[in-house]
């Protein structure tokens, strides 16, 4: 039993003659009858009996047409409440980053998007890469912005694209000697005490042995990005940090590093497989152009 069966059933018996009903339904009048018999071996009763030219429907179909005029009116009705979900979801973007990149990148691409989206909202959380990769999957967010795509394999519904590189630097206390310097070596940082960002994600701690070289000496370890600068301001130690328009360099100086250490990668991720209204799409094509203005 079917949708189009159901359908057929209640033409045919608004309008008691086959042709009729075949015309309204676009459909030939063999296939009409042949879609009404499937329905009536399966029921294992008559619907319908022929009343001369025309046909009536029978008890048993007059019982099953107050069931079946139901089950289209349902549909219809679950039709028009998605189309209208639809409708009110087009204006919101939902999206989640890590902590970090939620800290630093984010807030910008937002605040710009919306001076020429107003009527845009945005729904953002921060989450751990595990986190972003699961929503995507299950279609509880639009887009994803991480950094690690080790376990990207486990999710081939996921598609992936690196919008941003982003250089490393060192930041020092306006009173540090070094604080006049424009480019350093990380050799010459040994007996400083740096300031390490604890993230909550712990496949993704960066191990400064092996982005140094050695093992620092480490004096505080925040759990929150956004405190880094601030511990650094205020003199507890020094930083090596992702060079960010958030970097206030009236209170800190930013200073070059020397050494090939890399840059930290930066990935938006959407799942290929799902619905993204027409306001999601634009903000994924403004972040692929405009992302490196910060």
């Known amino acids: 039993m079917n949708l ?3 359908e057929y059933f209640k033409v045919i018996a608004e309008t008691k003659n086959f042709t009729t009903a075949s015309n309204i339904l676009l459909v030939t009048q ?4 042949k879609a009404i018999s499937k329905l009536e071996e399966e029921l294992n009763v008559p619907l319908f009996e022929r009343e001369g030219r025309n046909i009536k429907i029978t008890k048993y179909g007059d019982v099953f047409l107050k069931y079946a005029e ?6 219809e009705r679950g039709i ?3 189309q209208d979900m639809k409708k009110k979801n087009d204006g919101i973007i939902s999206i ?18 919306l001076n020429s989206n107003m009527q845009t909202k945005f729904n953002f959380n921060n989450e751990s890469t595990d986190e972003i990769l699961k929503d995507l999957k ?7 912005f991480f950094d690690n795509i080790k376990r990207i394999n486990d999710y081939p519904e996921i598609e992936v694209s690196l919008v941003k590189k982003e250089e490393y630097v060192l930041i020092v206390p306006k009173n540090h000697y070094l604080s006049n310097k424009e480019e350093v070596y990380l050799k010459d940082l040994k007996e400083e005490n740096f300031i390490v ?3 909550r994600d712990n496949e993704k701690k960066i191990s400064y042995a092996e982005l140094i070289g050695y093992t620092p000496k480490i004096s505080v370890e925040p759990t929150e990005a956004s405190m880094l600068a601030s511990l650094v301001s205020a003199g507890a130690g020094i930083s090596i940090v992702v060079n960010t328009p958030m970097i206030n360099t009236n209170k800190i100086s930013k200073i070059r590093i020397k050494d090939d250490i890399g840059y930290k990668k930066i990935y ?3 799942n290929k497989e799902a619905y993204i209204s027409k306001i999601a799409e634009q903000f994924k094509e403004y972040v692929i152009k405009n992302i490196n203005q910060w």
Do not use: H, R, V
Not at 30 to 33: D, E, I, R, V, Y
């Open 4 to 6: 189009q069966q159901l």
């Open 268 to 270: 938006m991720g959407w």
């Open 70 to 75: 139901s089950a289209l009116n349902d549909i």
């Open 138 to 144: 299950y279609g509880k967010i639009d887009l994803g």
């Open 30 to 33: 063999p296939a009409l009858s």
């Open 197 to 199: 960002y604890n993230t």
């Open 80 to 82: 028009e409440k998605i």
């Open 96 to 113: 989640a980053s890590t902590y970090c990149i939620g800290a630093t990148i984010i807030p910008f691409l937002i605040s710009n998007f």
